[in-house]
């Protein structure tokens, strides 16, 4: 990224000569972003963040969108101000009724389906595959926020026949503050951006230092991606058994089985989350109690709720995130200290 900051720093939009490497970067970097979900590079558009991706394809949608209850709040609270939006259920683990999905298609003059790949909170993985089969025989367009999903699993936009995808750099260890949106070729689309650039999909000067870094980050992320996930798919297990064995009245909030291999949400009985993070982080350990983006939120995980957790167990809910750098000491030393505080929160 650095040569793009103070040295390549021509706008890419500008003709002159120079402007071309800044432009040529960019169209590399969507060369690896498209290739990390089997797009083609011209169905990529750069965005700020996910919550513009995701609020551009609704932005776009003039009828009823459904939607689960499980979504990201950048979907969740898009909608709630439209009153024409059919929230479809999960069940106690986390899992999208595709039933109720058909059902609700059948019954209503639904335009848009949004789900969510792979949950934020509790790393449950939805069908989306059946999901996206529902939709083409309801001939209904669909969207899925995979910002969690990319670079931890594999995800295809042609094998699960998605129209929109939402992503993010900084899940993949890429820059914050951009993102970018599939558009399947034909979809239709209009920009909640309005400009010329990214050939007229979203308006405002490109952030090429933020697209190169993403774009090497997507390289990244599919290189080893089975071998990595494995060894961080084996680092969550033993972080979950240890503390399931070692604390009392620890227990998992989603689905054991079809889950992310880096996400975990464990419930401490009687022990008040907030509280518990706090010492966990002037302990070394950065844990949360739902998305970063409702960390400042007083009321229970939506996430939660929609599974049938009560006010009281959504309290007590930590998620932990660990990657291919997790090791097993990390772990070891995690637990111990979490055995710790438990114990003296509880007395």
């Known amino acids: 990224m650095c040569p793009f900051f103070c040295e390549q720093w021509a706008n890419p939009s500008s003709p002159y000569a120079f402007a071309k490497q800044a432009s040529d970067a960019i169209e590399i970097a ?11 590079p011209n169905e990529i558009v750069f965005s700020s963040c996910a919550t513009e991706s995701n609020q551009t394809v609704l932005h776009g949608v003039r009828g009823k969108v459904a939607t689960s209850t499980v979504e990201h709040s950048s979907i969740i609270d898009f909608l709630k101000e439209r009153d024409n939006t059919c929230f479809v259920p999960v069940d106690g683990a986390g899992r999208l009724d595709l039933e ?12 848009l389906v949004s789900v969510i790949w792979a949950n934020n909170e509790v ?13 083409k025989k309801h001939g209904v367009l669909f969207h899925s926020d995979a910002v969690q999903a990319a670079g931890k699993i594999e995800v295809d936009v042609k094998t699960n026949e998605v129209d929109y995808l939402s992503l993010s750099a900084h899940k993949i260890f890429g820059p914050k503050g951009i993102g970018a949106l599939y558009v399947r070729d034909g979809a239709p689309y209009r ?22 870094g993403f774009g090497k980050a997507a390289e990244l992320a599919k290189k080893d991606l089975s071998a990595r996930m494995g060894h961080t798919k084996k680092m969550r297990d033993m972080l979950e058994n240890s503390i399931l064995q070692q604390i009392p009245e620890a227990y998992i909030n989603g689905d054991k089985t079809c889950r992310l291999p880096n996400t975990t949400n464990i419930g401490f009985k009687g022990i008040d989350s907030d509280t518990f993070i706090q010492f966990l982080s002037t302990q070394g350990i950065m844990a949360a109690n739902g998305s970063a983006c409702k960390s400042s939120a007083i009321t229970p995980s939506h996430v939660l709720t929609a599974m049938g957790r009560t006010h009281e167990e959504s309290n007590e809910a930590i998620r932990f995130s660990l990657s291919h750098l997790t090791q097993e000491n990390d772990i070891c030393s995690a637990v111990s200290i979490l055995k710790t505080l438990a114990e003296s929160l509880r007395g």
């Open 100 to 111: 109720a999905l058909d059902f609700s298609l059948t019954q209503q003059q639904i335009e």
């Open 123 to 135: 790393g449950v993985i939805s069908p989306i595959e059946q999901t996206a089969k529902i939709c």
């Open 30 to 40: 969507r060369s690896h972003v498209a290739s990390l979900i089997g797009a083609k």
């Open 191 to 212: 920009p909640l951006l309005v400009g010329r650039q990214e050939k007229g999909r979203r308006g405002g000067t490109e952030a090429v230092p933020l697209i190169v």
